[in-house]
């Protein structure tokens, strides 16, 4: 499953201040999973001030994590996914557009506390915590 940016940075601030929330509540009842994020959740951190904008703590924190990159199918699912919804007049954020995109195309599962733009992009499998 990909963790959004939001999810990281939610569980990144439990972490920090050793509180036991709903970020670190859904990992440990999802523990056999395997954790995912894509290229572009991996940008949004970096651009933040995510970990103090330490490029070495930003790298030990996603280390864990099996990384999505782009390929041929992502950027597919990207164009047909901006159409259905650019004609809805439901259009998202270009970044969550490449998330939702890299999701389908790896068929995983997205979780994330961004729900409700999520939930617009058809097939795909999206968990609040």
């Known amino acids: 499953m990909i963790l959004d940016s939001t999810f990281l940075v939610d569980f990144e601030m439990e972490m920090r201040r050793k509180e036991h929330g709903p970020a670190g509540v859904f990992l440990q ?3 056999d ?8 959740i991996a940008g949004e951190l ?20 099996r990384f999505l990159s782009y ?3 992502v ?16 259009l998202i954020g270009a ?20 729900a409700s733009d999520f939930k617009r992009i058809d097939g795909l499998e999206v968990h609040g915590y």
Request: charged share 20%.
């Open 75 to 90: 950027g597919w699912r990207f164009g047909i996914i901006y159409r259905r919804l650019r004609a809805a007049g439901i």
């Open 46 to 65: 970096a651009a933040g001030e995510f970990l103090g904008g330490d490029r070495e703590k930003w790298e030990a924190f996603l280390s864990p994590f």
């Open 95 to 114: 970044n969550d557009l490449w998330i939702a995109a890299t999701a389908l195309a790896y068929g995983q599962p997205l979780v994330t506390r961004n």
């Open 29 to 31: 009842s999802n523990g």
């Open 71 to 73: 390929t041929p199918e």
């Open 33 to 40: 999973e395997v954790l995912c994020i894509t290229f572009t």
